[in-house]
């Protein structure tokens, strides 16, 4: 019997008033020239651990991990823009987000995954808002996205999510597998 693989990673979604300033950034990005894609506003998320492809039984053994981290409620925040690049080729636009807890929250679950797989070494608390193929005119590019002014939006964050990614042609598919509550 062949053996599927799940595509999988932990995360937390936005609030409404997140998604929608993440739509205002996205907005404004599109009037510069570049050639790329937005992430589709139901996609954005804070991924707080990819996983990668993984068979059924690590997918259990993950799920019954998270059921037992403990971790009160507390507010997301979003903060500033930037981009990742390559050899100076911007590849990735992001927006930042704020919160101790954030990274509080990753760690435990790094802890509680600790022998399925390796821990994160440089989480960076952000959301993908843009994929970059090409810009003409990168350091100007960099210097746009970096003073587009991101508003500090906050919500409070109640759970985190095991979601299974499927790669189809127009965007990735995300479905959530499994919600863990955070105690209020």
Not at 74 to 94: C, H, Q, T, Y
Not at 104 to 132: C, G, W
Not at 162 to 172: F, M
Request: glycine letters at 6%; charged letters at 35%.
């Amino acid at each position: 019997m062949e053996c599927k693989l799940i595509r999988s990673f932990i995360c937390i979604e936005l609030g409404d008033e997140a998604i929608k300033e993440a739509a205002r950034v996205q907005e404004i990005l599109s009037g510069e020239k570049f050639t790329g894609k937005m992430t589709e506003l139901e996609n954005l998320h804070l991924t707080l651990k990819f996983l990668g492809e993984i068979d059924d039984e690590k997918l259990e053994k993950v799920k019954d991990r998270l059921k037992k981290i403990e971790f009160k409620e507390f507010e997301g925040r979003l903060l500033d823009a930037g981009v990742f690049s390559v050899r100076g080729n911007p590849k990735i636009v992001w927006i930042k987000l704020g919160g101790k807890e954030i990274f509080d929250l990753q760690s435990k679950i790094d802890e509680a995954l600790k022998d399925l797989f390796p821990k994160e070494e440089r989480f960076m608390s952000h959301m993908t808002i843009a994929r970059v193929r090409y810009v003409k005119q990168s350091k100007e590019f960099i210097k746009y996205v970096e003073n587009m002014g991101v508003k500090e939006v906050k919500w409070k964050v109640n759970g985190f999510y095991l979601k299974k990614s499927e790669l189809k042609s127009p965007g990735p598919v995300y479905t959530t597998l499994e919600e863990y509550k955070l105690a209020e």
